[in-house]
RNA sequence: GCCGGGAUGGCGGAACUGGUAUACGCGUUGGACUUAAAAUCCAAUGAGGUAAAAUCUCGUGCGGGUUCGAGCCCCGCUCCCGGCACCA
């Protein structure tokens, strides 16, 4: 057959632009029938081309979409871009050009050169970006409602500075105490900043997260960054003196052993603590700890402190404690202030050691959960030795009453079986080896590893246990000439039983919490609380490339909001834009954006001169999305403006959110998803909207990396997709990152596999043109078909495209084997257009299109072939035979014989395999799982 | 250290609810076509075993367990990836 050139070049410009120019993707927001929001996370331009990581993503996003518009859907795909804020201006500094200038061509690149030539399905008329001043009107406004309901303050904090970017940054944009930006470590400043109160909705952040249809991975990132600790905040009273201070603790029921309190360098009220003859050592403790970055001190290898001269009383023992400061204890956690319990916390326990400090014990591990050897090791001993001995176990004798043992872990299961005899016997307790630490109780078994490797559990079961140090004197030893020394003493902190604590004596430690909380409120010293890491959002940025937050600052008023309609506060032109690192913004330095006249009494008044967080931006676009036309309200809800309800299109504009699908990286957990939440739930409390929370459904995909490594400028392993646009085609470049593995789990790229789809791209070409002449198709093939159609349904939901694209080769293989009807051709045509929108459009309009239709019509929109159950085939079945769980044999049955037991018992024992197998064997079960297996188990 | 996720041929990965492990693709090898190459097509391809076979043995990171049967469930480890990290 004559076969026409495909040139993926000419077709692929000659579809978009049709797309484009037809409006094929614009979505009528009012008067869409079946709505779905498909959205992806918009990107943001920090480099000079998009790279093969965004095709990955926003393809996995396409093909979805895709699927739901032949489905019927109105598919809202919108794009814009995230083009304000840090990132770009960083850029913009590095590549030495003005950002509104290059933010500007960047998009607009991003957008004709590469977003159009990937041939996703966007409705590029509703385009956001995030520095045009008709969109970032709103996201002030937004500032300015969160201002009015009391969600936004300025306060004076102890604040993340980076002094690469010169700027203070919220701490989730802070990693591993580094710059989330430019990877500089950051500095502690207290500073007076603007906060938006996130902490208000963290149990609502915490609790809704239980119901949501998120990647798993994410809700556990989110809850592990709310950090939401249950314990009580206790109050000490200072001796001689009428001060108190409060810490936050997770354990109350170790009170009784709190021996020393523990204040933070930067405790406030610390000097009103402080002895008199104490003060020079203290100012200067307190001068290098705060010297000191996050890093430096978490890194340090010795528990520094210094004793304040002061007793605080605890109220249990009425005992005094020694107050110290040490800069171990954080001062933005909690109270900026602990009670030290060394026995049972690792750090104070090393503090306490270090200086001196005394150590009460008093929480004892449950003895019913782990108990050591008892009795006398005389017993029986020799005919136990002599049993281990056959099973390869190492013995070493130290002394006449001291043994240890080794023995591979393999053979763990047959000692426990010797030892529980004598256990059984009464010989015995319970059985102890150096290897392991064997403990029956109930029938369980616990172990515990290598004394070597483990010498806390070690020390601890010798500080609990008299008896043992006696019998294990030669390890005692040993531990404490061992650099292990320091563990001789108890620092147990898991839970227990609680002991030298008068009134908790002897309950365990969640009954003992109880119990001390309700003491401690009886008493008016103390109260249950919740503590949490995470911390109100810091939104104030000294940068340039941002919104202006807009407030006015009246010295006869105070601080003014701006009026709404002086929105927006433009970000005026200028030439020097750099940051400066004083501490203040750019904008500080322009005279005329700075004098203003204040909303309220028209007085001299000055702006604030920081912006706004870019976070910010990103934190609401979806919003704006499906309402960008509109100039009068940011996004329609019930509550934005009373008057747009009026209009009877009102609803249909309501119709479109919550988000249905959100597609996006999974970088953005803790920063961008957790201010969509939070701003949603701000949204819904201030009545503009009237649901919590912002996505139906999110999914995270994951990342391209090359060669194992993720790919980075400093690294110079970045794909462009551009070239493999050019050289294969994108149908091909997407189907090939589609093909790589579930999208959830992303991939290495290489572009070895490539050629395989450009085969299958071929083969779909050959198969279709031949298929035109053929009216039946084969009854087989039909039925593959239908099996096809059943597996790229199941697979696209589930977000494993590798499988439905696998599935779509397989259909192909056979197909070259046999006919496919005209019709049929065209239903394994639709099942491909997801992946490669392109080429099944060219192919679709060439065979199967109205040519004398007026209006263009698209494959991209015409029904997805339905699953027909009737055209599936039952084929004959293989039904594998096993005897004794072993693979003997397949035997065919006839799909209508499946439900008939005996039977294919018979038939499987008139195989000749199964019957040399079953010969002198006596059949003692049959196991026969309908269609799926036969297994004889036989003596 | 803590919390998640993972480990399957030479490689990317399949595998329904515990039921023939390695689908699909890449690569490799051999063959056809060709003057030749590319492209295309056909065949083989987990390891061992054998003259060749075989439903002969072994095989889903390691050691155990449950089960007629385990890649999948349970217990204990190792390594890799991601997140958090002196968070009381």
Not at 294 to 319: D, L, M, Q
Not at 558 to 573: R, S
Not at 842 to 866: C, G, M, R
């Amino acid at each position: 057959m004559e076969t026409r050139k495909y040139s993926h070049r000419e077709i692929e410009a000659k579809w978009w632009q049709k797309w484009r120019d037809e409006k094929v993707y614009e979505v009528d927001v009012q008067n869409a029938k079946k709505p779905f929001y498909n959205l992806w996370m918009f990107p943001y331009p920090s480099g000079a081309r998009m790279h093969v990581g965004h095709a990955y993503g926003s393809t996995g996003s396409d093909v979805f979409g895709r699927y739901k518009r032949m489905h019927g859907y109105d598919v809202l795909q919108p794009m814009g871009f995230d083009a304000f804020g840090i990132h770009g201006e960083n850029y913009a500094i590095k590549v030495g050009e003005h950002p509104w200038k290059l933010m500007e061509d960047l998009c607009n690149r991003f957008r004709d050169e590469q977003f159009l030539r990937i041939g996703h399905g966007y409705d590029w008329s509703k385009e956001v970006r995030t520095y045009w001043p008709q969109y970032y009107k709103w996201t002030q406004w937004i500032f300015l409602q969160l201002f009015k309901h009391g969600l936004a303050e300025k306060k004076t904090a102890r604040v993340n500075w980076c002094p690469s970017c010169k700027t203070v940054l919220a701490d989730e944009q802070v990693i591993g105490g580094a710059c989330e930006r430019c990877h500089t470590e950051v500095e502690k400043k207290e500073l007076e900043q603007w906060f938006f109160k996130i902490t208000k909705f963290a149990q609502k952040l915490l609790d809704d997260l239980d119901d949501m249809d998120w990647s798993p991975h994410i809700k556990e990132l989110q809850r592990n960054w709310i950090g939401r600790s249950e314990g009580a905040e206790i109050s000490f009273k200072v001796a001689g003196s009428d001060h108190t201070i409060t810490v936050f603790t997770t354990r109350p029921d170790t009170l009784p052993g709190a021996t020393f309190l523990v204040l933070a360098p930067e405790y406030k009220g610390l000097s009103d603590l402080v002895a008199e003859n104490k003060r020079e050592e203290i100012d200067a403790y307190v001068k290098t700890a705060t010297a000191k970055s996050t890093i430096e001190r978490s890194e340090a290898k010795e528990k520094t402190g210094v004793f304040t001269g002061s007793y605080a009383i605890n109220p249990v023992t009425n005992e005094k404690m020694p107050i110290w400061i040490a800069d171990y204890v954080l001062s933005d956690y909690g109270t900026g202030a602990i009670m030290a319990v060394p026995a049972h916390d690792e750090r104070d326990f090393e503090f306490a050691v270090k200086h001196g400090l005394p150590i009460r014990e008093v929480v004892k591990e449950d003895d019913s959960y782990v108990g050591f050897v008892l009795s006398e090791w005389s017993k029986d001993f020799g005919a136990f030795v002599n049993r281990l001995k056959d099973l390869n176990v190492n013995f070493l004798e130290l002394d006449e009453d001291t043994a240890v043992f080794s023995f591979d872990k393999s053979i763990l299961k047959k000692i426990v079986d010797i030892a529980k005899d004598y256990v059984a016997k009464g010989s015995w307790h319970d059985f102890v080896g150096s290897d392991l630490t064997v403990v029956f109780e109930d029938g369980e078994v616990y172990h515990v590893p290598k004394y070597e490797e483990n010498p806390k559990v070690w020390a601890r079961m010798c500080t609990l246990n008299p008896d043992l140090k006696a019998s294990f004197g030669g390890i005692w030893d040993m531990l404490l000439a061992s650099k292990y020394q320091n563990y001789g003493k108890v620092c147990f902190t898991g839970d227990g039983i609680s002991v030298n604590s008068e009134l908790l004596d002897g309950l365990s430690t969640a009954d003992a919490k109880g119990k001390v909380i309700d003491w401690l409120e009886q008493k008016g010293l103390g109260k249950k609380s919740i503590t949490l890491k995470l911390r109100d959002w810091l939104i104030s940025r000294q940068r340039y490339w941002s919104a202006p937050i807009p407030v006015v600052y009246c010295d006869k008023c105070g601080v003014v909001p701006v009026n709404e309609e002086d929105l927006p506060v433009k970000l005026p032109y200028v030439e020097d834009w750099k940051p400066k690192g004083d501490g203040k913004g750019p904008l500080a330095n322009i005279p005329e954006f700075v004098n203003t006249t204040c909303p309220k009494c028209g007085g001299p008044a000055q702006r604030e001169t920081d912006t706004l967080d870019n976070f910010l931006d990103s934190a609401w676009y979806f919003f704006r999305y499906p309402f960008v036309k509109r100039n009068d309200v940011p996004f329609a809800g019930p509550g934005v403006n009373d008057a747009d309800n009026a209009k009877p299109d009102s609803n249909a504009f309501k119709r479109w959110l919550p988000v249905d699908l959100y597609l996006g990286g999974a970088e953005h957990a803790v920063l961008h998803l957790m201010y969509t939440r939070f701003i949603t739930m701000a949204f819904k409390e201030m009545g503009f909207i009237d649901f919590d929370e912002p996505f139906k459904k999110f999914f995270a995909h994951g990342m391209i990396i090359k060669d194992g490594k993720k790919m980075s400028k400093s690294l110079g392993n970045i794909i462009n997709p551009d070239e493999y646009i050019d050289m294969v085609g994108a149908d091909v470049l997407r189907t090939y990152l589609m093909f790589l593995g579930p999208l959830a789990q992303g991939g290495d790229f290489s572009d070895s596999g490539m050629s395989g789809i450009v085969r299958f791209k071929n083969k779909i070409i050959d198969l279709v043109r031949k298929s035109q002449e053929v009216k039946e198709s084969d009854k087989n093939l039909e039925s593959k078909l239908h099996k096809t159609i059943k597996k790229v349904n199941d697979s696209i939901e589930s977000f494993k495209y590798n499988t439905a694209i696998s599935a779509l080769m397989e259909l192909s293989n056979e197909w070259a084997k046999g006919q496919l009807s005209k019709t049929d051709a065209e239903k394994a045509l639709k099942l491909l257009a997801p992946f490669m929108p392109f080429i099944t459009e060219e192919l679709w309009q060439e065979f199967y299109a109205d040519k004398n239709s007026e209006t263009f019509v698209t494959i991209h929109k015409q029904p997805w072939p339905e699953y027909d159950e009737s055209k599936v085939i039952e084929e004959a079945i293989k039904l594998p035979v096993q005897i004794n769980g072993k693979l003997r044999a397949t035997i065919i049955i006839d799909p209508e014989v499946v439900g008939d037991e005996d039977k294919i018992i018979k038939l499987a024992k008139d195989n000749e395999v199964v019957s040399r197998f079953l010969a002198d064997k006596e059949i003692i079960k049959t196991i026969y799982v309908s269609g799926r297996i036969l297994n004889f188990v036989v003596s």
